[in-house]
């Protein structure tokens, strides 16, 4: 079993923070979302594995090599976006004649892939969909399966969906998924849709099972599915507290504080919550699920609910909700507004309020 991870695309949902910035590399819990995508993989078993790379390819090969990783990382470039069977195609030399899992590097699993993993690889089956079921099917991929629970029919966001399940972000396949992709044509959108070369494998008379997701999935594509998912994730915290404290601070609740931050001047953090490496936090309030990056600079602000990337500088006496603010942005105070400002910034931005 090999993995095959995509971390390419424009995320322009996510803008301004994907003009600068990567989709895949936004942090969760102040870790890259891909990251948690790549292990998945190595705790199903697989020890090669392939990662899409497309217009942020140095940005993305530089993060991930910042991490040792119990496997072997390949690079394969995709010169454009053309669709999730185009990345299967590019990728064949990679592949080669073993089974794999293709894993959208954007997604979030509760439970991960390993029971889904080992099922497919003890099954008959050529290919495998995880699903789960979704309030709103009319805005996913969805599928429609047999009595055996197999798949029978694909549809791409439904007007009226024939079924509830939707398509997660995960794929396993044996090879002959090759052939599927080397016989679909375009789509109206000008891509190979992986939708289209999966109907190919049932159209065929190839067997393709269904494997149902326990538990919580999250497309992170849009900022308020980011800091959904930021919450999920804290929720599991474990309390770790390697920085200075001083005297006259307060940590309540699971909060994580990395090496050589520095809490002073009455400050408060209330968890769930993160911090990160080589921080000053002074005359502030970090409140529930919030998530601190590395060198950050945090003064006389209240924060709740927000992740706050890498370098960032806040100092403003206004609290600051629901937010997700890039790598090196400076906000601070000129003049005095209502409170309870919102913000999603792209990197090296700067504000006024």
């Known amino acids: 079993m090999k993995g095959l991870v995509l971390s390419g695309g424009h995320g322009t949902r996510l803008r301004p923070l994907t003009y600068s910035q990567q989709k895949q590399l936004i942090p969760v819990a102040n870790k890259p979302i891909l990251f948690y995508a790549i292990e998945d993989i190595i705790a199903s078993g697989a020890r090669e594995i392939g990662i899409i790379v497309g217009p942020n390819r140095e940005q993305v090969e530089k993060t991930v090599a910042s991490r040792g990783w ?3 990382i390949n690079f394969i470039n995709q010169d454009y976006p053309r669709g999730l069977a185009h990345t299967v195609m590019i990728a064949q030399d990679f592949i080669g004649d073993n089974p794999f899992v293709m894993y959208l590097g954007d997604n979030l699993l509760c439970n991960g892939i390993v029971d889904h993993v080992k099922d497919f690889c003890e099954s008959d089956a050529d290919a495998s969909i995880l699903l789960t079921e979704v309030e709103h099917p009319e805005r996913f991929g969805v599928a429609v399966l047999n009595d055996r629970g197999e798949i029978v029919r694909l549809i791409e966001k439904p007007k009226i969906p024939p079924s509830n399940l939707a398509l997660v972000g995960v794929y396993l ?6 052939e599927a992709v080397n016989s679909i044509k375009p789509s109206w959108r000008n891509e190979l849709e992986i939708t289209d070369a999966i109907q190919w494998l049932v159209d065929n008379g190839y067997r393709v099972k269904a494997s149902l997701v326990n538990g919580w999935w ?23 507290c390697l920085g200075q404290v001083q ?5 309540q609740g699971r909060v994580q504080i990395g090496d050589g931050t520095t809490l002073e001047n009455k400050s408060l953090v209330r968890g769930p ?10 005359g502030s309030y970090i409140g529930p699920y919030s998530c601190i990056g590395d060198g950050c600079e945090i003064r006389n602000a209240e924060i709740e609910g927000s992740i706050v990337m890498d370098g960032t500088k806040i ?13 090196n942005t ?3 105070e000129s003049s005095e507004k209502p409170r309870g400002y919102r913000f999603v910034l792209g990197d090296s931005s700067e504000v006024r309020v």
């Open 273 to 282: 919550a993160v911090i990160g490496r080589d921080c000053r936090i002074s």
């Open 173 to 178: 396949f044996k090879p002959v998924i090759f």
């Open 247 to 251: 005297e006259g601070c307060t940590i």
């Open 315 to 327: 100092d403003i006496r206004r609290k600051i909700v629901d937010s997700l603010i890039g790598t």
């Open 330 to 332: 400076q906000i601070y």
């Open 218 to 240: 999250k497309d992170t594509g849009r900022p308020e599915d980011i800091l959904s998912a930021n919450q999920l994730i804290l929720d599991k915290l474990d309390s770790i």
């Open 70 to 72: 119990d496997a072997n």
